[in-house]
């Protein structure tokens, strides 16, 4: 269940397009004040507007890492609208969640930028969050693992096997208020293959529709190695409550 690297499980939310200023904070605080379980490691993904303040609050190097949801590949320049991986570290993240499938869906996220953000994560010391997934007409196909491995292959290509890089499985099916939840059956079989691709074992963190009912049952699927967590992590009492599951099955 372990990666050699770093902390037996992890536990992570990213609040999407929610929260002003005064609710990051709120949340921020109730966490700093968290003693969080041994060998796992909680982060918060913020929006951008708020990842500085959440920062303030969860500092970097202290128990619970503060992430940005995109950042562009290029260190500054001429890109109205976009944030750099530096300007994100600037701002106090040490994560960076890249190519979710609402970002592909929406805003033309193709495996090759996906794969440039990982290379500018690494550049600069971020921590790469790869989020990878099939699609419902995909699984039907029964195409779900060679999808799945091609987007993690084309998002590590040209990667070094040393480098630490995140991967969330995340079955595009399942995430969000019109996904199903994805049982143990649905997951293991990509889950596995996607582990140790390349011959390199890297942790592998299930999302879409976790909740407190599924959560046990997801975290004991072979090589999963922690939950990334949209809906019923916005409540910070969802996250604390989902954290305490992961610890108790990680151990
Ligand atoms: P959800 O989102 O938990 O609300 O389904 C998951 C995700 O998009 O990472």
New binding site residues.
């Given amino acids: 269940m372990s990666d050699d690297a770093g902390p037996s499980a992890w536990i992570g939310t990213?609040w999407?397009m929610t929260k002003t200023l005064a609710q990051a904070r709120e949340y921020a605080r109730v966490l700093a004040d968290v003693s969080w379980p041994s060998g796992v490691q909680p982060f918060v993904v913020p929006p951008a507007t708020a990842i500085a303040a959440v920062a303030e609050i969860l500092p970097p190097g202290g128990p619970v890492l503060v992430g940005a949801q995109d950042a562009h590949w290029e260190d500054e320049g001429a890109w109205t609208g976009e944030i750099s991986v530096p300007q994100v570290w600037d701002a106090g993240a040490r994560l960076l969640e890249i190519g979710?499938?609402?970002r592909r869906a929406h805003f033309g996220e193709t495996d090759e930028r996906v794969n440039l953000k990982v290379r500018a994560a690494l550049r600069h010391g971020v921590l790469p969050l790869v989020?990878v997934g099939e699609d419902a007409e995909q699984r039907a196909a029964g195409a779900a693992v060679e999808v799945v491995s091609s987007q993690v292959r084309a998002a590590l290509a040209g990667v070094p096997e040393t480098a630490r890089v995140l991967l969330?499985y995340?079955p595009v099916w399942?995430?969000?208020?019109g996904?199903r939840p994805a049982s143990p059956d649905d997951i293991v079989d990509v889950v596995a293959a996607i582990a140790d691709l390349g011959g390199t074992a890297r942790p592998v963190l299930y999302?879409?529709?976790?909740s407190l009912d599924n959560a046990a049952a997801l975290m004991a699927v072979p090589r999963v190695n922690g939950l990334?967590?949209?809906?019923?992590a916005w409540q910070v009492e969802g996250f604390i409550a989902l954290a305490a599951i992961v610890a108790e099955c990680s151990t």
């Fill in positions: 990213s999407k979710h499938s609402e989020c969330a995340e399942a995430i969000g208020s996904g999302g879409g529709s976790v990334f967590v949209g809906r019923s």
